[in-house]
C-alpha cells in the first residue's frame, strides 16, 4: 500500500425512516433523501447499507464475524462503497433496530416510521483505506470505489446470530451486492 497524502473524507448522513428488506442474499437497509459523503471533490449519494456474516473484506488478513457495505452513487453512476467491520462486543442501537424489523421471508421489506442515521453505526474515527481497482478478496463487482474503514465498531454476539440466522453465510457474493434496479 502507498502511503499519500489524502484529503479527508466527509461524511453528511442523516436521519432517514427506517425500511429493511431481505432480499435473498443480504439484509438490506435503504436510504431516502440527500445523505451524502465527499471525497476528492466529488459528493456521493447514500442509496443503501447491507450486511455480510462473516466478512467479504479483510484488514491485514484479519476478517471478522460482520461487515456493512454503504453503498454510494456520484451524479455519473459510479459507485462507491464504505466498508465497516464489526467486532463482538457491545450491543449497537441502529443495528438493534435493523435486527428488530428484519424480515425473515425473502423477498419482503419491513417498513417503520423511526428514524436511523447511519452515523450511529459507524467508528469515531472515520479514516478509510482506500482501493482503487481490485481487491484481492473479491469485489462485489468490477469498478467499484472501495474505501475499508480502519477502526471497527461493537456488536453483540447475540446481534450476529440473529443475522446469520436470517442470512446464513453470504460472504461469498453469487451475484453483486447492489443489483442494478437500485440505480434506477
Ligand atoms: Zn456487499
Redesign the pocket.
Known amino acids: 500500500m502507498i502511503e499519500a497524502e489524502l484529503e479527508p473524507i466527509s461524511f453528511a448522513y442523516h436521519g432517514t425512516p427506517l425500511e429493511v428488506e431481505n432480499n435473498g442474499h443480504?439484509i438490506k437497509a435503504g436510504y431516502a433523501g440527500e445523505s451524502t459523503m465527499e471525497i476528492d471533490g466529488t459528493s456521493l449519494k447514500l442509496l443503501q447499507f447491507?450486511f455480510?456474516t462473516p466478512s467479504?473484506n479483510h484488514i491485514e488478513g484479519k476478517s471478522y464475524p460482520m461487515e456493512t457495505?454503504l453503498v454510494h452513487v456520484d451524479k455519473d453512476g459510479n459507485l462507491a462503497?464504505v466498508a465497516v467491520m464489526f467486532t463482538e462486543g457491545k450491543g449497537n442501537s441502529l443495528i438493534s433496530s435493523v435486527v428488530d424489523h428484519m424480515p425473515e421471508e425473502v423477498g419482503k421489506t419491513n417498513k417503520s416510521e423511526q428514524s436511523i442515521n447511519v452515523m450511529d453505526m459507524l467508528p469515531e474515527n472515520k479514516d478509510c483505506y482506500r482501493f482503487n481497482g481490485s481487491l484481492t478478496t473479491p469485489p462485489?463487482t468490477e469498478g467499484v470505489r472501495w474505501l475499508v474503514m480502519k477502526y471497527t465498531v461493537e456488536v453483540t454476539k447475540e446481534q450476529v446470530a440473529a443475522f446469520k440466522s436470517v442470512m446464513h453465510e453470504n460472504n461469498r457474493?453469487v451475484q453483486p451486492?447492489?443489483a442494478r434496479p437500485v440505480l434506477k
Open positions: 443480504s447491507h455480510h467479504e457495505h462503497v462485489c457474493p451486492c447492489y
